[in-house]
């Protein structure tokens, strides 16, 4: 049995998909199909919660692995966070890199001692005219933020020896409009796209 839990926020939990309800339900779906070479044998959990950040993450991160993850049995965690993270709040970050560093690590530690694969994927670029603007949720978020906790996210991804799945660079080639109209969370075929990505990074290429 390989067990994969997608960890995150309303990205992950996948809000404004209208179509197939965001990537990670895509993932699921596609182990549902009886003609998957993993039917049966593989297991997709949607962890992802509304306006998490990696502080919530770790309030909730040993649970929700422990009561999901099997002994000796092969175990994936995907994590998507820091879009929340760095809401420009009170003249600083929601969460500061140091502590959005500090809990990722926590995290990736825990899974390195159980044997279990990391994957994470970055925090979606936004347009530029919204950088430093308040949104339609009532948050400022800066582009250059964006950069510096994506900076983060690959250095400790590298450190624990996990998988970083590079989704900007192709977003923002192959679809027009890669973000829905609040401008914060993908779109549905931008979310088909980031689901295409992680289905080939995690299993096609092993194939």
């Not at 909730?60 to 009561?67: H, P």
């Not at 049995?73 to 929340?84: E, L, W």
């Not at 993270?85 to 995290?107: A, E, M, T, W």
Request: glycine residues 6%; charged residues 25%.
């Amino acid at each position: 049995m390989h067990t994969i839990l997608c960890f995150g926020d309303s990205i992950t939990f996948g809000e404004a998909d209208s179509v197939r309800g965001g990537w990670c339900d895509r993932l699921k779906r596609y182990f549902f199909k009886p003609d998957s070479q993993a039917y049966l044998t593989t297991r997709v959990y949607n962890l992802g919660v509304a306006g998490d950040t990696s502080d919530g993450l770790v309030n909730r991160f040993e649970s929700e692995f422990m009561a999901r993850a099997l002994p000796k049995q092969n175990t994936t965690v995907i994590f998507q966070y820091g879009i929340n993270d760095i809401v420009f709040h009170k003249n600083k970050n929601r969460v500061p890199p140091k502590y959005f560093q500090r809990n990722l690590s926590g995290c990736f530690e825990f899974c390195r001692a159980r044997k279990a694969s990391i994957v994470v994927l970055p925090i979606l670029s936004f347009a530029k005219a919204d950088d430093g603007v308040e949104n339609c949720h009532g948050h400022v978020r800066y582009i250059a933020d964006v950069k510096q906790y994506n900076e983060c996210l690959k250095s400790l991804t590298s450190d624990y020896s996990g998988q970083y799945i590079e989704l900007n660079d192709t977003l923002e080639r192959e679809i027009k409009r890669p973000l829905a109209a609040d401008g914060l969370h993908p779109s549905d075929e931008a979310h088909q796209l980031i689901y295409d990505q992680i289905k080939e990074a995690l299993f096609e290429k092993s194939e």
